[in-house]
Nanobody
Framework: HVQLVESGGGSVQAGGSLTLSCAAG????????MGWFRQRPGKDREGLAVLWIGGATTTYADSVKGRFTISTDPTKNTAYLEVRSLRPDDSGVYYC????????????????WGQGTQVTVS
């Protein structure tokens, strides 16, 4: 059973930064996908950044390109999302997810999800 636990959310002022963490217990990152998604009130869950571990390939949504960075630390079995230059419309619940790959685009490619961490930008 894979458990993903996000942390690092909070309230920040516009222009600020946060580093979100996603700790994965009993999960191997080899040739897997890790993704970060966001859900804002009244909107569908949107993909922000995905990482195909096997190919070290990253893909970002246009809205966060250049501001968000996805990474993993296999020694800690943890994925990260560094979020910078935050704007009020970045507010929402941020989720990490894990999938078997090799296709990493789209929430339907992910079968394990964390509980989410709230980010509020004012």
């Amino acid at each position: 059973h894979v458990q993903l636990v996000e942390s690092g959310g909070g309230s920040v002022q516009a222009g600020g930064s946060l580093t979100l963490s996603c700790a994965a217990g009993r999960y191997t990152y080899k040739r897997n996908c890790m993704g970060w998604f966001r859900q804002r009130p009244g909107k569908d869950r949107e993909g922000l950044a995905v990482l195909w571990i096997g190919g070290a390939t990253t893909t970002y949504a246009d809205s966060v390109k250049g501001r968000f960075t996805i990474s993993t630390d296999p020694t800690k079995n943890t994925a990260y999302l560094e979020v910078r230059s935050l704007r009020p419309d970045d507010s929402g619940v941020y989720y990490c997810a894990a999938g078997p790959g090799p296709i990493c685009l789209g929430p339907d490619r992910y079968n394990y999800w964390g509980q989410g961490t709230q980010v509020t930008v004012s």
